[in-house]
């Protein structure tokens, strides 16, 4: 009889188990988790985003991951994420996934603007580039791949171009090829980074590099590049006066894709994105803000909040 | 009671076949599983196997023409496998050797600890430390133009491949007779003869079996060469080149290309494609050990 017994305890302290585990669950410290996925760009301003509204509203959790934007689209499609973060706009293709996987429509809102930053190793002698140069450095049979090219030296006798370039899933990579080389192909051969800080840590650590990112990935041991859009132009530095001013020629805007009709949730998140202090930290993640409509609109949450 | 008894022992029984089978249901289930998505590309007019087998040209996202080559990816996991192998083969072997024959005991734990270490460092520290400290140190003090590239990910993959040269060759060199030594020292032989014409010799399977193995596990590393080698589509001329692997390429794009599109098929038949390497690379070198368990 004692082999009846011990299975009896047993189920005892499992079912205590059980009853822990089930309390445990009640008192969570979240009641609805928000999840957002995508461009590696509008990463550091979905993180500050998420973390200003868990400060503000204790009941909703939001779960920020990278990947780039075509992985934050994908996600969308299979209807594993609420909110796809993209730096590029959603491709007729994957309008219509997106309506044959879940039957509902994909909507977009602006969130910010930004200015694609190219950057140059801080020794490099270089402080302009135009469009075209760029492309005869990115294109396959660009005709731009030394230095001395470009008419300059860089320091330690190394000349070559040594190409930075992002992954395809990166909307950067896809942006730059549609604004930069007419969609023609990138040259094989360059060095495809996963996420816009690895490209400007490369480059501060390469000499001879030049790559691509957001402006919000400025830091001090990268030279930012001032870009003209044909040869004869004035170059311009990528600054929030010259975005809004339609001066710098590679801005786009930060896009954020919804399922149609999201949760009441998810609309009051996005809601809030756009409010002066969503606005805010758009500025202060270095971005440019965005008051409302299609177009560049003059600054409106910057600063005033 | 004896029943009860009875009823435990064919349940346990039972439970511990299903155990040792359960990695044969894994791998042949993950093969199965590999093979199944990758299979629609024989029906599928964009994709020519002779170009993914011998073109260069990977251009899976193309707005123009889309090309699905993966012979420079062919040729980055075997230049760079082989590079590690130059250093660490040579290095596991020496290590093996000090450590089964010359070391005295007490210190020779102490170091085999320090060594099965090494392979308890997850890969993307080593791809870490590769990417901001061995990648400087290769553009400080060569002519290199970057640093991430083809020797540094060599380094990083020789390094992780180590304790595994090390241990089998070690088990090897000690498995051989202490019959031969006794014979071969008592002939008058130095130590260095006796390793050199004798151990070595006696105990070659299970070196080669330990430096296969050690093959294998570099060439299915991910995460350390995706961060360390440049990540670059480019046929290595030089060990300054950067180049990608085939492993780091599935793990960059697979989250993005979409489920049942031919970009998603392709690197699922990548992935078949190094599952046959290695499963290659690993029969030989069990049936190797084999062969040396049964004189």
Redesign the interface.
Known sequence: ME?VAIPRRKCFVLLVLVGLTACGHRNGPRAQTLRVRGSDTMLILAQAWAEAYGQMNRRVAVEVSG??S??GI?AL??GAIDIANCSRNLKPEEAD?AQANTGKVPQEVIVGYDALAVFVHRDNPLEEISIAQLAEIYRVGGRLSRWSDLGVRIPA??N?I?VVNR???SGTY?FF??HVLA???FA???????GSKEVV??IA?????IGYSGMAFATPVVKMLRVRRKSGDPAFAPTLANVLAHHYPISRSLLIYTLAEPRAMVGEYIHWLQSPTGQQIVADSGYVPVCSGKDLAPPCGAGTN | ?RR?HQLSEVAIEALIRLCGFSATIFVLGIFVFVCREAWPLWHNDAFHLSEFLFS?????????SKHYGVL?MIAGTFSVTLLAMTMAVPLGLGAAIYLGEFCPSRPREILKVLVEMLAAIPSVVWGFAG?TIT??LI?RYT?A????NLLNGALLLALMSLPIIVSLAEDALRAVPDEYREAALALGATRWQLTWRVLLPAARHGLVAAVLLGFGRAIGETMAV?MAT?????LPTSVFD?V?TLTANIA??L?????KSTHYQVLFLTGVLLFLVTFAVNLTAGLIIRRERRP
């Open positions: 082999q990947g780039g075509g992985q994908a499609l299979e996934a006798g190394r070559r040594v992954q395809s899933s896809e090829r549609e969609n023609r192909d094989l051969g360059s060095l495809d980074m996963n840590d490369l650590s390469t000499p001879g590099a | 009671m009860w260069i040209q990977w251009y899976p996202t193309s707005a123009v420079a990417l990648s400087r553009v002519s133009d970057v640093g991430v995706l440049g990540h670059a589509i480019h950067p990608r960059a794009e989250g993005e290309a979409p489920a």
